[in-house]
């Protein structure tokens, strides 16, 4: 019995042993389907108890928007108010010998906030990655390069900066100072969105704190969110 | 004599004889059925609910829900099947936020996946976010070139898994993105990262030594870039002999059709990459003998 098996075995390994690579034999395009696939009724339920305690979380109110809050460059409501909520929440106890500005990217906001409640959802959509707010220190040389990229970005979000007839300048600031501050995210800090300029840093503080956390936390102080600074 | 013993061990008792001649005529015996399915997603982040009905790009697609009755119909038609993914698991909606990746891992588990690979978002609540994550998926995750040994995730992925179906064995392996530059340092440790053409040449030799007829890299290199000397599945391809398949992931490429390339011995392989959130489950068949009969794209909606 054992002995017939074995013979079997080494049978099929041979014929086995002489099968090649894999060659593409067939039709390789795309097949979309056509009818509406219907959602298994199982997972609908496992699924459930979840999705209605996040949505309950979700749909807690922070504040108000009085308008509808959208990107669009090269400044906008909502780019003003992510910068400003971001620099405002920083610079509260901090007072410094050199000019702190913020600046963060156009393409990090995700998603607009219709007028109305302002939830916590609303906010995670508006910032949906785990990006942490940093403090970077350049030497104010490094000022026309950040202009060069505004211009070519077609604007960004940003507070104590003003971008004037091509003219980058830094609103509130002691006299000549060699260094400023710039509040922003990790990711951009780390080359993100080719803000090539941040690799000149002659400092670093990384806060550990969510950028998502603090624009949670402004809405909520806020009440109604404030995009005129 | 090792033999003699192997035989005598056999012989112990009829229950383990009938078990080890189910195992011989499982794994060594020509199969009935030579066709495979191979069905794969990448990028999926997060993404548990279909898109509203208003999205401009992916209008109600992309419904976990929906994905497992069209993963469970394939599965009705065809006798064997792998269900794979390609990494980045996690991040893009507030489950992952609030969950930390836990129902990520059980609906993954319960549509029945085979295998994954570890994309960098993976990486994003740390080592231990994920290893805690982990705890609730039932299927492996293939990590051949991230070397974990010095970290918790050390013996909690696999270098690669063989699959048995139908006596035919398949090998997966998963090849990973560099995490320094992508990845903030405090969430990967000490993660150390090993080549990915040389990695993917020593996995795809030794699952050929060890009988695989399938060999298929889940790939979180990135279709291709810009910068051609950057590593991506276009130059994995081209670099290595012995893969016939690279499911890829991380730049959330569509493809009309996959793309078929001359690998480093002038054999084909097979590239694909389904876009992100789950919009497309993507489908390879084939047989054993006769090769890549088809490819498609499966939208999800």
């Known amino acids: 019995m054992i002995l017939r098996k074995l013979i079997l075995i080494f049978a099929g390994a041979g014929l086995w042993a002489c099968s090649s690579h894999l060659v593409v034999n067939g039709n390789t395009n795309k097949e979309p389907v056509a009818q509406t696939i219907v959602s298994d009724s199982s997972m609908v339920s496992f699924i459930k108890p979840y999705k209605d305690s996040l949505d309950k979380r979700m749909n807690e109110v922070l504040a108000q928007a009085e308008v509808d809050f959208i990107v669009q460059r090269p400044a906008s409501n909502l780019m003003n108010w992510v910068a400003n909520a971001l620099y405002t929440n920083q610079t509260k106890t901090v007072r410094l010998s050199q000019p702190v500005v913020c600046l963060l990217n156009t393409g990090g906001i995700r998603s607009s906030i219709g007028k109305g409640n302002v939830t916590l959802g609303d906010i995670y959509k508006v910032m949906p990655f785990d990006n942490t707010v940093v403090w970077v220190e350049l030497p104010i040389e490094v000022l026309p390069e950040i202009e060069t990229y505004l211009l070519k970005s077609g604007g960004e979000p940003m507070a104590n900066l003003s971008l004037k007839e091509g003219k980058l300048s830094i609103l509130s600031s002691p006299e000549n100072p060699t260094h400023f501050w710039v509040i922003t995210s990790d990711y951009l800090m780390n080359g993100g969105d080719k803000m090539t300029f941040f690799t000149k840093r002659t400092n670093v503080n990384e806060t550990g704190k969510l950028l998502r956390d603090v624009l949670i936390e402004e809405a909520r102080i806020q009440g109604k969110l404030i995009y005129e600074y | ?301």
């Open chain 2, 1 to 301: 004599m090792k033999r003699r013993n192997f035989i005598k061990n056999l012989a112990l008792s009829t229950g383990s004889l009938l078990i080890a001649d189910n195992l011989l005529a499982e794994t060594l015996l020509p199969p009935k059925s030579k066709k495979l399915v191979i069905l794969h997603t990448n990028d999926t982040h997060s993404n548990i609910d279909s898109f509203p009905s208003n999205h401009p790009k992916f209008p109600g697609m992309g419904d976990v829900a929906k994905r497992f009755t069209l993963i469970q119909k394939i599965r009705s038609e065809n006798e064997h099947v792998l269900l794979l993914d390609s990494g980045d698991i996690f991040q893009g909606t507030p489950y992952f936020n609030t969950f930390n990746g836990e129902l990520e891992m059980k609906l993954m588990s319960k549509l029945g996946y085979d295998a994954a690979t570890m994309g960098n978002h993976d990486f994003d609540i740390g080592l231990e976010g994920f290893m805690n994550a982990k705890k609730h998926a039932n299927f492996p995750f293939v990590c051949s070139n991230y070397n974990f040994s010095k970290t918790v995730l050390a013996n909690e992925t696999k270098l690669y898994h063989i699959f048995k179906k139908g006596g035919i064995k398949i090998g997966v392996f998963g090849i990973g993105v560099e995490l320094n530059g992508l990845v903030p340092k405090d969430k990967y440790g000490e993660t150390l990262y090993k080549d990915p053409i040389e990695t993917a040449n020593s996995m795809a030799q030794l699952l050929t030594d060890l009988g695989c007829k399938v060999i298929i890299c889940l790939s979180h290199l990135g279709y291709d870039y810009e910068d051609k000397a950057r590593i991506s599945d276009l130059v994995l391809a081209k670099e290595t002999a012995n893969i016939h398949l690279i499911l890829g992931g991380h730049t959330h490429t569509f493809l009309d059709k996959p793309t078929v390339l001359n690998n480093a011995n002038n054999q084909q392989v097979l590239i694909n990459q389904v876009g992100w959130a789950g919009v497309n489950l993507g489908r390879i068949d084939i047989d054993i003998d006769k090769g890549i009969l088809k490819s498609s794209t499966l939208e999800v909606k």
